[in-house]
C-alpha cells in the first residue's frame, strides 16, 4: 500500500533533518477509527492522523530520550498541529539500534 501524502512529509521531513539509517514509519490510524480526531488531511476515515515512528540516527548521540522526542517534534512542528494527532516515538541512536 503506498504511502500518503501526510507519511511521505514526514518521511521527507525526518530524512532532512536526521539523516536517518533507519525510519519506520506505520500508519496506525485505522485503529482509532470512529474517534473524533479521525481523518488527517483529507478527512477520510482511517486516513493519517496516528503515526508509530522508529527513526535511528547518529544526531541523536549525547540527547536524553525527552530531548529526541522535542527534536522530532520540532521537525514535525506542522504535522503536529494539523492534520497528526497522535505520534508514538522511538528515537534511537545507531548504537541502541537492535
Known sequence: MPEGPI???I???LSRAFAPTRLELVDDSARHAGHHHEGGVD???GGESHFNLTVVSAAFE???RLARQRAV????REELSGPVHALSIKALTPAEDS
Open 43 to 45: 478527512a477520510r476515515p
Open 11 to 13: 518521511r521527507e521531513k
Open 7 to 9: 507519511a511521505t512529509i
Open 62 to 64: 549525547g540527547l536524553g
Open 73 to 76: 517534534n520540532a521537525a514535525l
